[in-house]
């Protein structure tokens, strides 16, 4: 048993290091803690400032028991857990954002909402900012000096991961439910 013990002391240090390294590395932490420690330029704030009510947005919907029954709502809880792992690590890889994606793909089928100009603007410029914006179609220029360090990759999956959020503490997901029962009813 000590030497298990051990092991998890010994992991833990070793996090605790491989954060530290994360914080500025330019192909590291492409994720929104990455994104405000890069713009603010400080190493000494606490990633917990964001964390938390991180966390507590994330947690509000777990509360809505009366809607566990839809399928649409626990597959948006789903897509919450894949956009909350990649924005909220600071070992957020560019490469990392295809487990967001799967989120993203996932909130745009499944909200409560209809398909509306909003939705499909935001999805498809997720789609092409996290598709296309760290690869060679992007002039190395650009990727180096704009993309990388404002990690532009970030941007859209905060305002789908938000728009989530609020979709989930606040609006109904029975009335989506019925409505796509009514419609395999008719076909």
């Known amino acids: 048993m000590e030497y298990v013990l051990s092991q998890y002391v010994a992991w833990w240090e070793q996090l605790g290091v491989k954060n530290e390294l994360n ?18 330029g400080n190493p000494d704030y606490k990633d917990l400032w964001l964390i938390l009510p991180a966390l507590v947005l994330f947690f509000i919907p ?3 028991v009366s809607q566990y029954r839809n399928l649409n709502f626990r597959l948006m809880l789903l897509a919450n ?10 070992g957020t890889e560019a490469s ?11 909130w745009y089928v499944c909200s409560p909402l209809p398909f509306d100009r909003y939705k499909t603007i ?36 905060i305002v789908v991961w938000l728009t989530i959020c609020y ?13 796509l029962s009514n419609n395999r009813k008719s076909m």
């Open 122 to 157: 935001l999805l498809w410029t997720t789609l092409v900012i996290v598709g296309i914006s760290t690869t060679e179609l992007v002039p190395a220029f650009i990727r180096n000096h704009f993309i990388r360090p404002y990690v532009f990759k970030v941007w859209p999956c």
């Open 23 to 40: 914080k500025f590395a330019l192909s590291q932490n492409v994720s929104l803690l990455g994104l405000v420690r890069k713009l603010s």
């Open 167 to 179: 979709e989930m503490i606040f609006l109904d997901f029975r009335s989506k439910g019925k409505a």
């Open 96 to 106: 990392g954002y295809i487990i967001a994606m799967i989120g993203v793909a996932i």
């Open 62 to 64: 777990y509360l809505r």
């Open 81 to 90: 857990v894949l956009l909350f792992v990649v924005l909220f690590s600071t």
